[in-house]
């Protein structure tokens, strides 16, 4: 048999909207609810014990307990979604060069840790980005030449469908000993904004200088996605200046109203784990509410209003919606 555990406490604050609190006074030792109008009711006096009243308030808590259980459970996916993807990659044994352009071969240390991210192919020594995100390369690469020539070396990002540079970094090697060390060469690339080819896209690496006869002794490569399924860095902001629609598809929505108006959420059905944003950046005394569709609840309410420049972030459970 279960059982519930109520802990003693001193009156509690007038609870939201639709709930009811159940505890024990300590002032006293009487089980009471209080509602959302701050009445107080006594259940440990005869006249008010009613086990359907016990039950409500006990069925009323656990709604709140399971809504703030789906703002957990979602805040969790949320963090997933923005955890990053990685690899790591060197070559095997040192590489003479030969032709310029030369494609880098490598072997895998550890595989892509999120495939539907980037993935890597060892075989053709490629690596593919299928979501457009933010991607860091970070390298070490030795570059060394038995006959001191000067000459600049470039490291390259190729998109292979096209043959043409993505991003690419360059090393002066010196007459002096005819050797040069780059460390820490880290490549930022972000797919799909700035004139930047979207996903998917397959790439290799390459060097390339003023002629060949100089050796590549030692290549390590770490790759790994900044903005996991590139969920934020694609959106935009949207501004409304009336009654209107939030919307998923961007950033934030901006609002910016000189009268009273509404702005409403998205359905949560089908947007498990989708956020809103809704940043007013009006400061007049217009009275902003913010609604659901279909009788969907903003932390067990119908609706909330949002205060001049104030901003609130939602998100949704697949039925409902929360404030985070």
């Given at each position: 048999?279960?059982?519930?555990?109520?802990?003693?406490?001193?009156?509690?604050?007038?609870?939201?909207?639709?709930?009811?609190?159940?505890?024990?006074?300590?002032?006293?030792?009487?089980?009471?609810?209080?509602?959302?109008?701050?009445?107080?009711?006594?259940?440990?006096?005869?006249?008010?014990?009613?086990?359907?009243?016990?039950?409500?308030?006990?069925?009323?808590?656990?709604?709140?307990?399971?809504?703030?259980?789906?703002?957990?459970?979602?805040?969790?996916?949320?963090?997933?979604?923005?955890?990053?993807?990685?690899?790591?990659?060197?070559?095997?044994?040192?590489?003479?060069?030969?032709?310029?352009?030369?494609?880098?071969?490598?072997?895998?240390?550890?595989?892509?840790?999120?495939?539907?991210?980037?993935?890597?192919?060892?075989?053709?020594?490629?690596?593919?980005?299928?979501?457009?995100?933010?991607?860091?390369?970070?390298?070490?690469?030795?570059?060394?030449?038995?006959?001191?020539?000067?000459?600049?070396?470039?490291?390259?990002?190729?998109?292979?469908?096209?043959d043409s540079i993505i991003a690419t970094e360059s090393v002066v090697m010196d007459t002096a000993n005819g050797s040069t060390e780059v460390g820490a060469m880290i490549t930022l690339l972000t797919l799909g904004r700035n004139g930047m080819p979207s996903a998917p896209l397959t790439m290799q690496v390459q060097v390339r200088a003023s002629g060949t006869g100089y050796s590549i002794p030692e290549f390590h490569s770490i790759l790994a996605s900044s903005t996991a399924y590139g969920a934020a860095i694609d959106k935009v902001t949207n501004t409304l200046t009336a009654t209107g629609a939030a919307s998923t598809a961007y950033a934030v929505n901006l609002v910016d109203v000189s009268t009273n108006s509404v702005i409403t959420l998205p359905t949560a059905v089908g947007n498990d784990g989708q956020m809103v944003r809704v940043k007013r950046i009006d400061s007049t005394a217009s009275t902003v509410t913010i609604d659901t569709l279909n009788s969907e609840t903003i932390d067990g309410v119908l609706s909330t209003t949002l205060a001049p420049n104030g901003s609130i972030n939602f998100i949704a459970n697949g039925f409902n919606w929360f404030t985070v």
């Open positions: 048999m279960g059982k519930i555990r109520i802990l003693k406490e001193a009156e509690p604050a007038t609870p939201p909207l639709g709930r009811t609190w159940l505890y024990t006074d300590e002032s006293d030792n009487h089980l009471k609810t209080k509602n959302d109008s701050g009445a107080v009711v006594d259940l440990t006096a005869t006249a008010a014990y009613d086990d359907t009243a016990v039950i409500a308030a006990i069925d009323n808590n656990a709604a709140g307990i399971l809504g703030n259980a789906y703002t957990i459970d979602n805040l969790a996916k949320t963090v997933a979604n923005l955890s990053t993807a990685q690899c790591q990659i060197h070559q095997d044994s040192a590489t003479t060069v030969t032709t310029t352009p030369q494609v880098l071969t490598f072997t895998t240390d550890i595989g892509s840790t999120d495939d539907s991210i980037f993935s890597i192919d060892a075989a053709a020594n490629t690596f593919t980005f299928h979501k457009d995100a933010s991607y860091n390369f970070s390298s070490t690469i030795t570059f060394e030449s038995a006959t001191p020539t000067a000459r600049t070396i470039y490291f390259d990002l190729i998109n292979t469908a096209e």
